[in-house]
């Protein structure tokens, strides 16, 4: 089955959502939509749909950031999150849909790609090693209630 790679549109956003709850299901509703509009305006974000049968199966989401931990130049292209139905994972859509962002990263003069996951996202870690990233670094991050 051939998988296409699409820009979405305004009129993708109850689908674009949908996949956003799929990446962060605790995420409250109003946290996963407050930026989608900002993200769809901005020259620094872009986000893919990739479809298959004239339906998306899966997205990405990539800007433009200063930094990326481990990069070595400025600025990066940075996956910001992906998403693929669970019964086309392990068929290349992740593959195809990262492959687009990259791309779109290149076209924006960066020479580095980053991406981050949870310490415990195994399947995550494994899917990015599986596309050529490398672990740059770890971190654990602190807060104090003052």
């Given amino acids: ?3 296409s790679i699409r ?3 305004s009129d993708d956003q109850d689908e674009w959502f949908k996949m956003r709850k799929g990446i962060w299901p605790d995420a409250p509703d109003e946290y996963l939509g407050f ?3 900002d993200i769809l305006a901005s020259d620094e974000d872009a986000v893919f749909f990739a479809m298959m049968d ?3 199966v899966g997205m990405v989401e990539a800007r433009i950031r200063e930094y990326g931990e481990g990069c070595e130049t400025s600025p990066v292209g940075y996956i910001e999150g992906w998403f693929v139905y669970p019964e086309l994972r392990g068929k290349g ?3 195809v849909l990262t492959q687009a962002a990259e791309d779109w990263a290149r076209g924006k003069g960066c020479t580095e790609m980053a991406s981050d996951t949870w310490l415990d996202n195994a399947a995550s870690i494994r ?3 599986k ?3 490398f672990e740059a670094e770890r971190l654990v991050h602190f807060v104090k209630q003052l």
Avoid: N, W
């Fill in 1 to 3: 089955m051939e998988i």
């Fill in 7 to 9: 820009r979405i549109t």
């Fill in 35 to 37: 930026d989608m509009d």
């Fill in 54 to 56: 004239g339906r998306p």
């Fill in 93 to 95: 859509v992740a593959g």
């Fill in 127 to 129: 899917a990015h090693v």
């Fill in 131 to 133: 596309l050529g990233y």
